[in-house]
């Protein structure tokens, strides 16, 4: 490293680049923040699977080309039940990953899923308000720029980027290569693993322990 003149440096210290951001004004009356107490603290934890998910889009800049994952994370244990790679962040990528949750943890009228996200303009449309009702999906959304208000999706992609993307050499790897490699992180983050909050076991081990299908 000496001879090439280079410096060692954490991912963290490296300079931050532009967010991705869909924020677009205010269409529609924005959802309640459901998982917010009244002492201005989140709740972030179910009691069970499939009650409380929280959802969104990020972004990935790559050699050529931006790659965006949209995934739906349960609250209960951190696995990520689905997720979409695509090349555009638009409302059919966000709608896509709706229809893939509300198929996997099945919600009805009597045991709603409350799905929390920020107020980007894929959650804001009339579309997606009405996908959510014909799914029995409760619709909850952070503050306006309280970024917090979501950290439990943070969390997962910030430990996603930490652990699969920051530091990794992607020139010359294609789109379709990039997602593999994205899908088989995310199917290794859910079964693979070990988790300090879960006893040091997997969310996959942590549910088959206590009956639940994984």
């Known amino acids: 490293m000496r001879e090439e003149g280079l410096v060692a440096c954490k991912a963290s210290q490296m300079r931050r ?3 991705h951001g869909s924020y677009c004004g205010e269409p529609s009356p924005r959802p309640a923040n ?4 009244a002492d201005g603290t989140h709740d972030f934890h179910a009691p069970e699977p499939g009650l409380l998910c929280v959802t969104d889009v990020t972004e990935f800049r790559l050699d050529g080309f931006k790659a965006y994952l949209s995934a739906a994370v349960d609250c209960f244990d951190g696995w990520p039940v689905c997720w979409r790679v695509s090349l555009h962040p638009d409302a ?3 709608l896509g990953t709706l229809g893939d949750l509300v198929a996997a943890v099945r919600p009805t009228e009597g045991r709603p899923l409350v799905l929390h996200t920020d107020g ?10 009405a996908a959510c009702a014909a799914g029995h ?6 503050r306006k720029a309280r970024s917090p208000d979501n950290a439990r999706r943070e969390g997962f992609f910030g430990t996603l980027k930490s652990d699969f993307f920051h530091g990794t050499d992607w020139r010359g790897v294609t789109f379709a290569e990039f997602r593999e490699r994205l899908d088989a992180y995310i199917e290794w983050h ?4 070990p988790k300090k909050a879960l006893g040091r076991r997997t969310p996959r081990e942590h549910r088959a322990a206590l009956g639940y299908a994984a």
């Open 137 to 142: 999906a409760a619709r909850s959304m952070s």
């Open 92 to 94: 059919g990528l966000a």
């Open 17 to 19: 680049r532009a967010r």
């Open 34 to 37: 459901l998982p917010l107490g």
């Open 190 to 193: 859910g079964g693979g693993k």
């Open 120 to 129: 980007g303009a894929v959650y804001m449309t009339g579309e997606r308000a």
